[in-house]
C-alpha cells in the first residue's frame, strides 16, 4: 500500500484554544488518510497558554514537534 509522507506546519500566536483540537484533526486526517508525517507547531511567542498546549500536543504525539520564538517575530 502507498503511503504519503506529508510535513504539516502550524504556526501561532495566541491560540491556546485552538491548539489541541487543531491537532486532534490532523492526527484523524492521517490515520483516516493513512498518511505518515509529522507536525511542526511554531508558537510565535504567545502570552497566552500556546506554549503548553503545544508542549501537551508534543507529549501526546510522538510526531508532533515543537518550535517557540521568545518573542512575537510577525508574518514575515
Same mark, same amino acid.
Do not use: W
Given at each position: 500500500?502507498?503511503?504519503?509522507?506529508?510535513?504539516?506546519?502550524?504556526?501561532?500566536?495566541?491560540?491556546? =484554544?485552538?491548539?489541541?483540537?487543531?491537532?486532534?484533526?490532523?492526527?484523524?486526517?492521517?490515520h483516516?488518510?493513512?498518511?505518515?508525517?509529522?507536525?511542526?507547531?511554531?508558537? =510565535?511567542?504567545?502570552? =497566552?497558554?500556546?506554549?503548553e498546549?503545544? =508542549?501537551?500536543?508534543?507529549s501526546?504525539?510522538?510526531?508532533?514537534?515543537?518550535?517557540?520564538?521568545?518573542?512575537?517575530?510577525?508574518?514575515?
Amino acid at each position: 500500500m502507498y503511503r504519503h509522507s506529508v510535513s504539516v506546519i502550524l504556526p501561532a500566536y495566541n491560540e491556546g =484554544d485552538n491548539i489541541r483540537p487543531l491537532v486532534e484533526k490532523v492526527v484523524k486526517s492521517f490515520h483516516e488518510q493513512k498518511i505518515e508525517g509529522e507536525v511542526i507547531l511554531i508558537n =510565535d511567542g504567545s502570552i =497566552d497558554h500556546t506554549r503548553e498546549e503545544m =508542549d501537551k500536543a508534543c507529549s501526546r504525539h510522538p510526531f508532533v514537534k515543537v518550535i517557540h520564538h521568545r518573542k512575537n517575530l510577525g508574518l514575515s
